[in-house]
């Protein structure tokens, strides 16, 4: 326990106060000052003081009530305890140096609350994530020790770094509420996104502490490197449906026709009847109105290779193309015309990535294959033998065709990779 003066217990007297801040003493005090708020303010242990000149001597002779004659002296601190008790001073040696001053720190009690709070801050951020769907996905207890010995939660005050570790787990929870990362079941602004974790829309900005632990657990999920750059960020953030900005990316379509009254959706018509293709971001996303009439059928490709041939022959039914990749601007763009109404047939590459995508558009979507079977890839896969077109090979690993469980054995057995551009004069027959 700390020992310390009570309130009426009197100041030392004039003279011993100034016995005990001689200059001789003041390296024992210091001394001892050192070895107490090591020791939990606890006299034990002893301390040796060298190079002791004559005034330390004499000093030290006078306080001890023994002759000290060396250039060197040990003192136990549990007898300099019990001599000053004794002595003039009458209080131990705790409470003479809290006399002197300044007070003591019990260095040992500071270190176990400062773990203490450091082991809470874990304890928080895992209570936290057993109350999510993280819980059951298996990159998160990797996420989290990463994040326990990266060091930068370390450097915070444990207030700051519980706030922003919880507010990391809230939003990966977000972000990924089923067990596979590929099958995000909602798009979001970046701005959107860190206010519903923050209440600021600027709380994922880069170079933020919670942005960094959000793309760190991204990564991780996608099992991809983290980001070291601006741009590598943001296709990070894409990844999982995140937009970093509603101006940059866009979503690329053709002969979209909406009947809302606004100049905005006057000039998807006009576009349209002109044969013109459309890029659209989500910025006008979130004000266009796009209902369609009743039971549009909505055809979906992968590669804008097909838009450019449906713009150049004047094709007239409506198309979204992916670019490759469900980026938040195209599943935002998607799900308004879902709820619209619409109906979606989807068409992408014969290769392992395509049949990926695929299976997120069909399933989220309730697309229907357009083109893609099993029959559609033979199909395909002679009729660029018989005209000797060149093929690659199919490489990486296998997937599963959700709406089709022939099409991954057939792809396996061919062995080669189809492009959307195989199929383009059949694609163009579809589209009226």
């Known amino acids: 326990m700390r020992e310390t003066r009570p309130a009426d217990e009197p100041a030392l007297n ?22 107490l708020e090591r020791n939990g303010l606890q006299p034990s242990g002893r301390i040796t003081l060298d190079h002791l000149d004559a005034s330390e001597r004499e000093a030290l002779s006078l306080l001890l009530s023994r002759r000290t004659t060396g250039q060197s002296a040990t003192i136990r601190l549990p007898d300099l305890d019990t001599h000053l008790r004794a002595s003039a001073v009458g209080r131990g040696l705790a409470a003479t140096l809290e006399q002197l001053g300044p007070p003591l720190t019990d260095r040992r009690a500071v270190r ?23 819980s059951a996905q298996p990159w998160t207890a990797q996420w989290l020790e990463e994040t326990r010995r990266g060091g930068a939660l370390a450097r915070q005050d ?39 974790a923050t209440g600021s829309a600027h709380g994922l900005d880069d170079g933020t502490l919670l942005s960094r632990l959000v793309l760190r657990g991204i990564a991780l999920a ?10 590598a960020r943001r ?18 379509t053709h002969g979209l026709r909406p009947t809302g009254g606004t100049w ?43 838009v450019e041939a ?42 392992w990535p395509g049949i990926a995508l695929a299976n997120r558009i069909t399933q989220r979507y309730d697309a229907e294959p357009w083109r893609m079977r099993a029959a559609d890839y033979e199909y395909l896969a002679i009729r660029a033998q018989v005209r000797d077109t060149p093929t690659i090979p199919l490489t990486g690993p296998q ?8 099409l991954a054995p057939t792809m396996t057995a061919v062995g080669i990779a189809l492009h959307e551009e195989a199929a383009l004069d059949l694609l163009l027959e579809d589209l009226g």
Do not use: K
């Open 222 to 231: 996608h099992d991809t490197e983290f980001p070291l750059d601006a741009p």
């Open 158 to 196: 444990p207030h700051t770094a519980t706030t922003a570790v919880i507010q990391a787990i809230r939003t990966l929870a977000t972000l990924f509420p089923g067990t596979d990362p590929h099958r995000n079941t909602a798009s979001w602004g970046r701005g959107e996104l860190a206010t519903a």
């Open 112 to 134: 176990d609350a400062a773990a203490a709070e450091r082991a809470g801050v874990w304890s928080a951020a895992r209570t936290e994530l057993e109350t999510t769907p993280l």
């Open 264 to 306: 905005r959706e006057a000039a998807l018509r006009e576009r349209a009847d002109h044969h013109l293709e459309t890029h659209v971001t989500l910025r006008e996303l979130r004000t266009l109105s796009l209902e369609m009439p009743p039971g549009t059928r909505i055809h979906v490709c992968e590669n804008p290779r097909v």
């Open 14 to 35: 004039a003279d011993t106060l100034a016995f005990l801040t001689r200059p001789g003493l003041t390296r024992l005090w210091a001394a001892a000052r050192t070895r």
């Open 310 to 351: 449906a713009a150049d022959t004047g094709r007239t039914a409506p198309l979204v193309c992916t670019s490759g990749s469900a980026t938040t601007v195209v599943l935002t763009l998607l799900d308004t015309l879902a709820a619209a109404g619409c109906t979606f047939a989807y068409h992408g590459d014969f290769d």
């Open 235 to 252: 296709a990070l953030w894409r990844t999982a449906s995140v937009t970093p900005d509603e101006v940059s990316s866009t979503v690329l």
């Open 399 to 406: 997937g599963e065709a959700a709406w089709d469980p022939e």
